[in-house]
């Protein structure tokens, strides 16, 4: 990625997180990353063009976070737990990408093709953790049902940790991690 190119995203991140779409202006995106009108469009044809190519980004980062290789040698549990803090260390230390991500997911400017392309991404990547589904040790519902649950949790987490951070800690981690796994386990 080219240098001005990333002062785009990274300049629209900030503002679409704090301004929302229709209360930030192309210009006050180039002039916040510190480059023409028309260097934005040459990166991006359109608004709607660089807020996908960001909603990309983002995901993109937030799986390359999280991406390690599930551990057959571990417990299931222990692999869940340690995909689960990947992901609230990711709200934690990003929390610009954190929020675009929860912003836009539903967004009806992020396209079906935006989203097809995470998705396929993420679910390879998730795709192991179907074992623990495979192998009795979670309930039996959806596979998507135990993803949207999982993702809630960690949303809330990372939210509580927000307003008292104060409160993060490894005793809290365990916590609320052991929430999450009260509701799925058998």
């Not at 990353?33 to 960001?54: C, M, Q």
């Not at 519902?141 to 809330?156: A, C, L, P, R």
Request: proline share 2%; with cysteine.
């Amino acid at each position: 990625m080219k240098e001005k190119e990333q002062k785009i995203l990274d300049a629209s991140l900030k503002l679409f997180v704090e301004r929302g779409f229709h209360g930030t202006s192309t210009a006050e995106i180039a002039k916040t990353a510190g480059v023409a009108t028309g260097t934005l469009f040459h990166y991006f044809k359109t608004k709607e063009e660089l807020i996908n190519r960001l909603y990309l980004y983002t995901k993109e980062s937030m799986l390359c976070e999280i991406s390690e290789h599930y551990d057959d040698k571990k417990a299931f549990k222990e692999n869940i737990k340690e995909l689960w803090l990947k992901f609230v260390r990711f709200g934690v230390n990003s929390p610009y990408k954190f929020q675009f991500i929860l912003t836009f997911h539903c967004s009806p400017y992020i396209t079906s093709l935006t989203k097809e392309q995470v998705e396929s991404h993420a679910e390879s990547m998730l795709g192991i953790y179907k074992n623990g589904i495979g192998k009795q040790k979670i309930k039996e519902i959806s596979f998507e049902m135990v993803m949207d649950y999982f993702w809630g949790n960690v949303v809330t987490v990372v939210t509580h940790f927000e307003k008292y951070p104060e409160k993060l800690n490894e005793k809290n981690l365990d916590m609320a991690f052991e929430l999450l796994w009260d509701g799925i386990s058998k």
